[in-house]
């Protein structure tokens, strides 16, 4: 079991950028495929970036393609998201989560969330 806290949200002007960090606990972070969701009101939790377990492979949703880069440190129990060129339509609740899978793209196929740290993009 792996418990996950994210931080680095808050309110940032369009184009500009931020980095979310989320940090795990348990001695088996290593273990664990880790992904990056967000949620706006009144819509569903949607995909944003995953990381296989070595942090080799990295895969991401095509609305932040090319602007978003996640990555990992095993050592340190983190994975973070830098955030580029940021857009109001990215403003959400962002979320952290792990599966022991990797490649997953859905809600579903993650085990274990963070309680979300909010990122606010103004225009």
């Known amino acids: 079991q792996v418990q996950l806290v994210e931080s680095g949200g808050g309110l940032v002007q369009a184009g500009g950028s931020l980095r979310l960090s989320c940090a795990a606990s348990?001695?088996?972070?290593?273990?664990?495929?880790m992904g990056w969701f967000r949620q706006a009101p009144g819509k569903e939790r949607d995909f944003v970036a995953g990381i296989s377990r070595s942090g080799v492979s990295t895969w991401y949703a095509d609305s932040v393609k090319g602007r978003f880069t996640i990555s990992r440190d095993n050592a340190k129990n983190t994975v973070s998201l830098q955030m580029n060129s940021l857009k109001p339509e990215d403003t959400a609740v962002y979320y952290c989560?792990?599966?022991?899978?990797?490649?997953?793209?859905?809600?579903?196929?993650?085990?274990?969330w963070g309680q979300g740290t909010q990122v606010t993009v103004s225009s």
């Open positions: 348990g001695r088996t972070f290593s273990s664990y495929a």
């Open positions: 989560a792990a599966d022991f899978t990797s490649y997953r793209r859905t809600v579903h196929d993650y085990s274990y």
